[in-house]
Structure formats: C-alpha cells, structure tokens
Nanobody, 120 residues
Framework: HVQLVESGGGSVQAGGSLRLFCEWS?????LGWFRQGPGGEREGVAG???????DYSESAKGRFTISGGGAEGAIYLQMTDLKPSDTAMYYC??????????????????WGQGTQVTVS
C-alpha cells in the first residue's frame, strides 16, 4: 500500500524558489508531481521512474528538477524562477505513467494530500 505525504509549499515572489518534498512508502515504478490550479485540471509537472529517467512538462523544463525515488523513500521537486502561473496545489503521485505524451495518471495512481504553492 503506497502512502505519500507532501511538504515544502508556501508563498514566494516571482523569480523565487521552493523545494517540495514527498515522503513515500510502498512500491511504484513511476513517481511524480502534478499540480492543479484554481479552476483548472490536474496536470503532470515532473516524473521519475525507478531507472532514474525523468520527464518534465514544457512549463517545467529548465526551471524544475525532480530527484529521489528508488530506495530513498522520498522525492523532491526543486522549483526555480517561479512565476504566478505556477500557483497551484501540488500533488505527489505514485503509479503514474511516463510516455510520449508526457507524465500522466493511471487508474492505479495514488495521491498525497497536496501542498499549496502561491507565487505573487
């Protein structure tokens, strides 16, 4: 049974940085970060698989870095050069999917409770 607990969100000014942390337990080939802004759909931001392969959304490329996974029991999302458009609830997820269309969820995807990121 996979459990995920996020932390590290907060409020920052545009151009600032935040590091999100997700403590997880269980087994999953794919771990990732998703976000959902006000009135928007949940979208994949960054994923990492058990081989260390990573995948980023276009908006995250060059600014966000995902790390961890495997035996660490944690994954991280380092976010730099934050923009107001990055404001959202960020969710850690297991059993995601990485493919030609980017990071996505599956029927087996499990979610953490979310951590709010606000950029002004």
């Amino acid at each position: 049974h996979v459990q995920l607990v996020e932390s590290g969100g907060g409020s920052v000014q545009a151009g600032g940085s935040l590091r999100l942390f997700c403590e997880w337990s269980g087994s999953s080939y794919c771990l990732g970060w998703f976000r959902q802004g006000p009135g928007g759909e949940r979208e994949g931001v960054a994923g990492i698989d058990s081989d260390g392969n990573t995948d980023y959304s276009e908006s995250a490329k060059g600014r966000f870095t995902i790390s961890g996974g495997g035996a660490e029991g944690a994954i991280y999302l380092q976010m730099t050069d934050l923009k107001p458009s990055d404001t959202a609830m960020y969710y850690c997820a297991s059993d995601c999917a990485m493919g030609p269309y980017g990071l996505g969820q599956t029927l087996l995807t499990r979610w953490g409770q979310g951590t709010q990121v606000t950029v002004s």
